[in-house]
């Protein structure tokens, strides 16, 4: 009510603080002693509304976050400050999260000296932002019921309040010029009694917004209700820009004449900050978008379009090029992207480059930058007019390539810094991919001699095998195979795993496969062929290897279903192979012996088994039983499970081919993701 104090609350405050109050305020304020139990009846009402109050919670209220909450604080009515013991001060933390400065504080016990001129200021900050909310009420009420009266400049034709009003205040006539503004418009738009009055308001904006403004206000004298708030940008007499913010509404003076009032507020700093917090999440995003190109899988020429995609996209530039040095060192473009294909054929597109000024920009490490004011002439070197920014793509010291961005826009330094980012982001990615490439084409290389390059045709029989890898193609497996034909007309079969990885074991695999070889060709027998491979590693000291080593000989006619074909089998401490019955049973061959290359003399126990027509031989390395580890492994009869699970449909010239098909197929689905070995299978099937 108006003469009514403002208010102290005194909650459960102790004596000597209430007498500091006393002498602070004096008659100033009211000061009221109560507790925290009867606190909330001094303040009931609507926030907002109630008797302007500042209540201090004294040391010995025993839940103040809980106080304070109910007291419901208020800018314009409602500020607290609490006494923080050693007891409370841990619950307070929470406060500065769920209230501003300017309505909650904490003073320690330690300082209850500094209550009073606490208090003071939100006190103060309380009856400010009461009084300036009454204002901006009263302006709407004027606004809403039409009382602005007279048609002089001032007072007598926009009202006290309005004059005196925090915001930009004007009145237009019929065609929107300018008959009174208030003191804030005035310095908003830099308006004077001579030369701004009857002017056009859109006369004080540029011209190309001038008619979208005009029709702004027309809008608002269309319609009774207040139009929307749009914002239109000027530069004041200093050369600064303004973003000022418009909005109109109709009126009626005392004359019963229809006017149109404005607010006009300046939204420069927001609109600014806007901006700002709009670019750096554009740059934020623009880098993410590289990054996930950059290393996303794919052929390189895609992922750098998607880069100079994204970069043209991001910063509105008319073109983005990405080029890359040839072994020569003559730059080519690698990925370009136009802004608009449609309108670039004036000097847009790559072949219309400044192949010299790219060529120059990476041999001398450094970034060329031409920022022209925007449409300004063209630079004669086939360039579009505007600026041009050019980034070498240096990875290590070595020169890849160029980064360069046409644009008609002005390129400020934060543009330039994100461009600088890209850069070094694509090098990086592009070196890596060439790292890559080496690395890959140097595996495949090592891993060449490890498999022959293709099976032997055994007539009357169906010859099959599978290598697969662990990893992306740049693991270089232990796990080999092998087949060939022996002087003595036998066929020898053979599958092994090196221990270990990289190209230590490839090393080793070359050397128990060309062993193995030079061995057949003297004699087949296993003992033999076993024993010169265990030689070798020891004496090269090798890691160990596992082997599954077999002699097939053939019928003395391959047309002949009734003749005999035998298998003799030895197994240096490799997983038991499998015998697939003609019937579709499939069984486990119990063959077993010991490791090669650790122990000087060893012996290997040859099983023999005939090869019926319709029957399959399997030979698999450890991946298909112990692919995640030796701890969740699968037992050879599991495997054998799945090969009668799966007989070949009659007359399949194949057999062996879907064998070790379905056994790879099976370890990729059972293991999945947790598959941490490398795979290989050898099937050798008689035709029936």
Request: glycine share 10%; proline share 8%; net charge negative.
């Amino acid at each position: 009510m108006p003469g009514e104090r403002n208010r102290i609350l005194l909650v459960d405050v102790l004596p000597e603080t209430a007498e500091d109050f006393e002498a602070a305020f004096g008659e100033e304020a009211e000061l009221v002693h109560v507790t925290a139990a009867s606190v909330l009846e001094h303040t009931e009402g609507r926030p907002g509304q109630r008797r302007p109050a500042v209540a201090v919670v004294g040391r010995r209220v025993p839940a103040p976050v809980g106080l304070i909450h109910a007291l419901r604080p208020h800018p314009a009515d409602l500020a607290a400050v609490v006494v923080a013991t050693s007891a409370t001060d841990s619950r307070l933390t929470t406060l500065p999260i769920l209230f501003s400065a300017d309505l909650v504080r904490r003073v320690p016990d330690a300082r209850a000296d500094l209550l009073p001129r606490t208090a003071r200021e939100l006190l103060e900050g309380v009856t400010g932002r009461r009084a300036e909310i009454s204002v901006r009420s009263t302006v709407q009420r004027q606004l809403a019921t039409g009382t602005v009266m007279g048609r002089q400049l001032g007072e007598r034709l926009l009202g006290e309040f309005l004059t005196q009003a925090p915001i930009g205040a004007l009145m237009l006539d019929d065609d929107g010029a300018v008959l009174a503004w208030n003191h804030r418009a005035a310095d908003v738009l830099e308006l004077d009694d001579r030369g701004s009055l009857r002017r056009p308001l859109a006369d004080l904006f540029p011209a190309d917004v001038r008619a979208a403004l005009r029709q702004h206000l027309a809008t608002a004298r269309e319609q009774s209700a207040p139009g929307p708030d749009v914002v239109f940008e000027r530069t004041g007499s200093d050369g600064t820009a303004q973003a000022i913010r418009i909005a109109p509404q109709k009126v009626t003076d005392s004359e019963g004449r229809e006017r149109v009032l404005v607010l006009a507020e300046d939204v420069t700093d927001r609109l600014h900050a806007q901006r700002k917090l709009a670019e750096r999440t554009g740059h934020a995003l623009l880098s993410a978008e590289v990054a996930a190109a950059m290393t996303a899988p794919g052929p390189l020429a895609e992922r750098l379009h998607r880069c100079v995609r994204a970069t043209a996209d991001r910063l509105g530039a008319d073109r983005v090029c990405l080029w890359t040095l040839t072994p020569s060192g003559r730059p080519e473009p690698a990925a370009c992207a136009d802004l608009d294909r449609a309108t670039s054929a004036g000097g847009l597109h790559p072949e219309h480059a400044d192949e010299d000024l790219v060529g120059r920009i990476a041999a001398r490490q450094r970034p060329h930058l031409d920022l022209a004011p925007p449409g300004g002439p063209a630079s004669g070197s086939g360039r579009p007019a505007g600026s041009f920014a050019g980034y070498p793509l240096v990875s290590g010291g070595e020169p890849i390539g160029v980064l360069a961005l046409n644009t008609r826009l002005a390129l400020p330094g934060s543009t330039l810094s994100i461009l600088e980012n890209i850069a070094d982001q694509v090098a990086v990615g592009i070196q890596r991919d060439r790292l890559l490439h080496r690395l890959r084409a140097t595996t495949q290389a090592l891993e060449r001699p490890l498999l022959p390059p293709r099976l032997p045709e055994l007539p009357g029989f169906d010859l099959a095998a599978r290598y697969h890898p662990f990893g992306s193609g740049l693991h270089i497996g232990g796990d080999f195979y092998d087949a060939f034909t022996a002087p003595d007309g036998r066929y020898v079969l053979a599958l092994g795993d090196v221990c270990g990885k990289g190209p230590g074991a490839a090393a080793i695999t070359g050397l128990v496969r060309h062993t193995l070889w030079a061995a057949a060709q003297h004699t087949t027998g296993p003992e033999h062929v076993l024993s010169l491979v265990n030689n070798a590693l020891r004496r090269q000291n090798a890691p160990f290897c596992t082997l599954a080593y077999a002699v097939l000989e053939p019928p003395s006619d391959p047309a002949d279903p009734s003749g005999t074909a035998r298998v003799r089998i030895a197994s240096a401490g490799h997983p038991t192979p499998l015998l697939r019955r003609a019937d579709g049973r499939a069984v486990p061959l119990e063959v077993r012996g010991p490791l090669l290359g650790v122990l000087d003399e060893l012996r290997h126990p040859v099983t023999e088994v005939e090869l019926r027509p319709g029957e399959t031989l399997v030979f698999y390395t450890d991946g298909f039983t112990e692919g995640a580890g030796a701890e969740d492994r699968r037992e050879p009869e599991d495997l054998a499970a799945l090969l009668a699970a799966h007989p070949p449909p009659a007359g399949d010239g194949r057999p062996a081919d879907r064998v070790v098909a379905a056994l790879l197929e099976d370890a990729h689905s059972w293991w999945g993701e947790r598959l941490r070995d490398d795979l290989a299978v050898l099937a050798i099937a008689r035709l029936g």
